[in-house]
């Protein structure tokens, strides 16, 4: 195993494990998944949501990166962007794509991820219309981290996308985490489809 595919399976244990310790947190202080109303005014409910992504970790795949003087850098020209559409797709090691791999690989920005699922790509946060989450609604967005379908309804949301611990916020948190999503500068990127494994149908490929 080289360098690179090692970085890349530790960064994707810590991702999860910093997801995992924050949305216990949460779900221990709030007692409920939660269907209570907002109390907090736009503004708050904005900077709550910012706090939320920040702490739990969107920025590491949602977020294309730059070398920097302390190394990797989030490049925040492309905040929560996705994957660059303008990337080639990285060729990935054949045992991270088998059934029967324990591996899992990432590109530069951390924003491709190839294991047993297929190829999967950080998706475009951003409220474009047409590339990102501008023509979803609050509904959709809480569904989607619910159940794991995109837009609560569709395809499965592949690794590594935790779904399943962000799905443990409250009502309130989701709602401020949209309303973030939702304020942010929208940037036009296509991310690409994922790419299943061989030999898997490509019919119900599933966004990450």
Known sequence: MNRAMKIGIVLLGLTLCSFLAFCTQQADQAGTSGTASSTLTQEQMVARG?????????????????MGQHGLE??????????????????????????????????????????????????????????????????????????????????????????QFIGQMTDEDLKSVFAYLQSLPPIMNQVPQPIPPPGAPTSDASAH
């Not at 910012?50 to 730059?66: A, E, F, M, R």
């Not at 474009?128 to 989450?133: E, I, L, M, P, R």
């Not at 609050?138 to 395809?155: D, N, P, Q």
């Open 74 to 163: 989030l490049d925040t020209t492309r905040t929560l962007s996705g994957h660059p559409e303008s990337d080639p797709i990285p060729e990935f090691p054949a045992t991270c794509l088998s059934p029967t791999g324990w591996m899992a690989s990432t590109n530069f920005h951390l924003s491709a991820w190839a294991g047993p699922w297929g190829i999967s790509f950080a998706a475009n946060l951003t409220p474009d219309q047409t590339t990102g989450s501008g023509a979803w609604t609050e509904g959709s967005f809480i569904g989607a981290m619910r159940t794991g379908k995109h837009l609560g309804m569709g395809r499965e949301i592949l690794p590594p996308m935790p779904w």
């Open 50 to 66: 910012k706090y939320l992504t920040s702490i739990g970790s969107c920025n590491d795949c949602h977020t294309p990166k730059v």
